[in-house]
């Protein structure tokens, strides 16, 4: 007599939706590896172009403030120079998101500044966004779901395997706690030298360029670094080394 067909251990399904998720977050976020499997942060903050168009309009609305202390014309200013790299994109043919998303933020930063007559309001969406970013990440940590772990994870091919393990989780945890101050150092600076009007209004600006795209490179390499995995061997690779050379040639 045969004995009945033994069930197959039930695996845990994997939460394809979330993995699906990270993967269009990540891409959207332009989070890039180098040829080596380190993450590249220059090429993942926009690069060069990305970073400009993400700190020229606020530059040239302050250079124009500055000189004519005009409102509307300097906030036309900061549009135009914003307009001008979604054209330069068209004539490059490159995906226009980012571009795009810059106007619509110069836009509503702008009409909100002409709306109160305060130049100091142009800056002010940027808080709520920032503060919204803190909120989503402290909630992802609290769920056992790190926002450092979504992203890093799949560049690390890891996909969402590290949620398995404490410690990697314990890592990304902290990872995402990184970047989460970094957000919060950019409110604790700049929220007083916004409540102070147009006195601050200079040193706001200026702190907003170096606080913005330098400052998310710093912030997110130092939490790549912090959420490398340990190697159980010292030769054996990890998700961020491709593996050696065999040293006998074969």
């Known amino acids: 007599m045969t004995s009945p067909p033994q069930p197959e251990p039930s695996k845990?399904?994997?939460?394809?939706?979330?993995?699906?998720?990270?993967?269009?977050?990540?891409?959207?976020?332009?989070?890039?590896r180098t040829h080596d499997g380190r993450i590249d942060v220059l090429k993942?903050?926009?690069g060069i172009q990305g970073i400009a168009e993400s700190i020229v309009p606020g530059l040239v609305f302050l250079i124009?403030?500055?000189?004519?202390?005009?409102?509307?014309?300097?906030?036309?200013?900061?549009?135009?120079?914003?307009?001008?790299?979604?054209?330069?994109?068209?004539?490059?043919?490159?995906?226009?998101?980012?571009?795009l998303?810059?106007?619509?933020?110069?836009?509503?930063?702008?009409?909100?500044a002409n709306t109160t007559g305060k130049a100091e309001d142009f800056y002010l969406p940027g808080f709520f966004t920032n503060t919204a970013y803190i909120l989503a990440m402290v909630i992802s940590i609290a769920i056992k779901w790190p926002v450092a772990g979504l992203l890093f994870?799949?560049?690390?091919?890891?996909?969402?395997?590290?949620?398995?393990?404490?410690?990697?989780?314990k890592a990304y945890r902290l990872g995402t706690w990184i970047i989460?101050?970094?957000?919060v150092l950019r409110l604790i600076v700049q929220v007083p030298l916004y409540l102070m009007g147009a006195d601050g209004l200079a040193a706001l600006a200026t702190t907003r360029l170096i606080m913005g795209a330098p400052?998310?490179?710093?912030?997110?390499?130092?939490?790549?670094?912090?959420?490398?995995?340990?190697?159980?061997?010292?030769?054996?690779?990890?998700?961020?080394?491709?593996?050696k050379p065999s040293s006998s040639g074969a």
């Open 12 to 32: 845990q399904p994997e939460p394809s939706a979330v993995k699906g998720l990270a993967e269009g977050y990540a891409a959207k976020a332009g989070l890039h």
């Open 44 to 46: 993942s903050a926009g």
């Open 64 to 99: 124009a403030f500055t000189i004519t202390r005009d409102l509307t014309p300097s906030l036309v200013a900061a549009l135009a120079s914003a307009a001008v790299f979604t054209v330069v994109r068209l004539v490059q043919r490159r995906p226009l998101t980012q571009a």
């Open 101 to 112: 998303a810059g106007v619509v933020g110069v836009g509503i930063s702008a009409w909100l």
């Open 153 to 169: 994870g799949i560049i690390r091919n890891e996909g969402l395997d590290w949620r398995k393990d404490p410690a990697r989780l």
């Open 180 to 183: 989460v101050a970094v957000l």
């Open 215 to 243: 400052l998310y490179i710093l912030g997110v390499w130092i939490a790549w670094l912090v959420t490398r995995p340990v190697p159980a061997d010292a030769d054996a690779p990890t998700p961020d080394q491709p593996p």
